[in-house]
């Protein structure tokens, strides 16, 4: 017979070994979904310049976004004054890493823009051709919207933009994510009169009647196409101040 506290002596340590078996099944799963978070939000920046990526954006994979990210991607983070932050003054800021890529998002987008910080990306392609991923995030019809918007090395015309949402209506407002030819329309557009007045880009219900600064409307989407327009007027002028330091 084992005595009452040899008993408990191994109903300590085995719960002690479970616990700590658990803690490091949970770190793990942490680590793993973070990792998949972040490559999630590497490829959706990636998407608003698929077209200037060698191969077949849709089937790229971890390993080469990853790639990409280390080697033709600078990142940048930005405020509404055009102050370019230094990795240092990020993480005394509280952004763990001190990157773009670690910009709480949601977070920053609740605060006045005055006081954002905003990532920023700079893309290199092979032949030496640059471009600016901007970040950029609204309301739907039901809930939050966002993207990422490439300007070419003018710092008005469109390369190109990619879209998600929280939870739009499939077929109506998830077509801004879903819908390539849509998301195509954006390309060429511009932000910036020839004058240098800042206009943005509007998505028109009933189709586009300025080729240069408006794309189409989505078909019983009309409040998450304002939403779009709405976001991209306010976010893209957000990064203005900073364009101007780099055209001085």
Known sequence: MHSTGSIIRFVLIMTSVVAL???????????????????????????????????????ISDDQVQTIFENQVKQLVVDNSGKLYEKEELIELGVKGGLAENIDLGKENKKDVSERLMPLYEYTKGDGS?????????????DEIWGNIALESDLSTIAGVSFDHKQETPGLGAEIKDNKSWVRQFIGKKIYTPEGEYKSVYVRKGGAKDDTYEVDGISGATITADGVSDMLKEDLKAYEPYFKSLKS
């Open 130 to 142: 640059t471009y600016y991923i901007l970040y950029t995030r609204g309301k739907g019809l039901w």
């Open 21 to 59: 078996l658990l803690a490091g099944l949970q770190n793990g799963l942490k680590s793993t979904h973070e990792l998949n978070e972040s490559l999630y939000s590497k490829k959706a920046t990636l998407a608003a310049v698929a077209n200037h990526i060698e191969g077949d954006f849709e089937s």
